[in-house]
């Protein structure tokens, strides 16, 4: 049985493993964007980081292999159709009569022939790559913390994977949590600290797998995870923090109006930075990894090739860590703003 | 120059004061733990802040 389980898991290894590596083969992609013409390896390089990095209505397996996925676009009403009648831009798709061209990752409506209509917007809903990854891994987490929590029905030690998640839920609740907020009112915010933190962290290692998809470097989803954050400060915020912002304590008059409009700002500053960081972190991180694989194919020295190698692999660690870090600097800033927004000022 | 020039060079002065910062802070709670090193937990938190903070000025200024 557990050999069984073992031999699957490395099968599916192998095979991802291979498919990553022809997927972030340069050479592959000449005929994909070029139409007719062959680029140079550096052009190719460039542009198969921007292909990376983009979110797409194609989930791609292996180069020239893509699972279409569904678009969803309101227009007067909803259109359902698979992203596959496109046809990767070749095609127009049509339902019920309106037509829909997808030109660079982007859905515009167009007439019959294929004109786009100028001032004719539609708002697109679509389960992009993106959209997929994050709805397997909400079913990931939902099904393994939910497997942890009745574990403690039959006993006070979890079985499997369970196993690695206490320690960093317990991670969480002492270090991240209990420090920042303080032992009196952690408790109501712990399940979104722990939601934002493993929904962050594992988003970050499937994007550091063979077939990762760039979630969290995206900035639609960091903005999300940030407004999150910044509503639940604003809406369980107790009087001490409306009265630092409004009308700080302890400071003389003009200072308090001079103060006024910058602790405004700042409210808005703090989930604004939490949003780049992520944001910029992972993107950052990704844009160099796949700028040194490029640069293995690109080396013409076996020398540097090993050099460049080597060079991936411990940035691909590196990233590792990153990861991890990015997870925990936004819960711990996030759990940061909670604590302002709770704290008792009994001293003063 | 162009302007683009200008941002690039400015671009490039904020990532090394950025760096600066953060050698200073890495560089202090190494002091710190030493000292201490029984406060490490508190000090590592209290450095990851900072760094984090002085990292966010860096990428609002690559990304602007």
Redesign the interface.
């Known amino acids: 049985m557990m050999k069984a389980k073992l031999n699957i898991i490395a099968t599916l290894l192998v095979l991802f493993s291979t498919t990553a590596f022809a997927l972030e083969h340069p050479d592959d992609h000449s005929h994909d964007h070029g139409e007719g013409q062959t680029m140079d390896l550096k052009t190719e390089i460039k542009q198969t980081i921007k292909h990376h990095l983009k979110d797409a209505h194609y989930f791609e397996l292996y180069h020239g292999l893509a699972m279409p996925l569904p678009v969803i676009i309101w227009d007067n009403g909803i259109h359902l159709f698979m992203s596959s009648s496109f046809d990767h831009g070749h095609a127009l798709a049509s339902s019920n009569g309106n037509y829909y061209n997808l030109d660079h990752g982007k859905i515009y409506k167009t007439d019959s022939e294929g004109h786009v209509l100028e001032n004719q917007s539609i708002i697109d809903f679509s389960i992009t790559k993106n959209v997929l990854v994050i709805i397997l891994m909400c079913a990931f987490l939902l099904i393994s913390f939910s497997k942890l929590a009745r574990s403690y029905k039959k006993g006070p030690i979890p079985t499997g994977f369970g196993r690695i998640l206490e320690p960093l839920v317990l991670f969480v609740r002492d270090?991240i949590a209990i420090?920042n907020i303080g032992e009196k009112h952690y408790k109501k915010y712990m399940s979104y600290l722990l939601t934002v933190f493993f929904f962050i962290w594992f988003l970050n290692l499937s994007g550091m797998m063979p077939l990762g998809i760039n979630v969290t470097g995206s900035i639609v989803v960091t903005f999300s995870l940030a407004l999150i954050t910044y509503f639940i400060t604003q809406f369980t915020a107790n009087k001490n923090y409306w009265g630092h912002i409004f009308w700080m304590p302890g400071v003389p008059v003009p200072m308090k109006i001079i103060l006024l409009p910058i602790e405004l700002l700042g409210t808005i500053i703090k989930p604004f930075?939490l949003m780049?960081?992520l944001y910029?972190?992972i993107t950052?991180g990704h844009v160099v990894l796949m700028s040194l694989i490029g640069l293995i194919y690109a080396a013409q020295h076996w020398l540097a090739n090993g050099a460049f190698f080597g060079l991936t692999l411990f940035l691909g660690v590196i990233e590792l860590l990153v990861a991890f870090?990015q997870a925990?600097?936004f819960t711990?800033?996030t759990a940061?703003y909670f604590g302002s927004a709770v704290e008792e000022h009994d001293d003063h | 120059m162009d302007a683009e020039t200008f941002a690039m060079i400015g671009k490039g002065l904020i990532v090394i004061g950025a760096g600066l910062g953060i050698g200073k802070i890495g560089g202090s709670a190494m002091d710190a733990i030493a000292r201490q090193p029984e406060a490490t937990a508190k000090i590592q938190t209290a450095m990851i802040i900072a760094a984090a903070l002085i990292e966010g000025i860096g990428f609002a200024a690559l990304f602007a």
């Open positions: 270090d420090p930075s780049i960081r910029a972190n950052a870090l925990y600097i711990m800033l940061l």
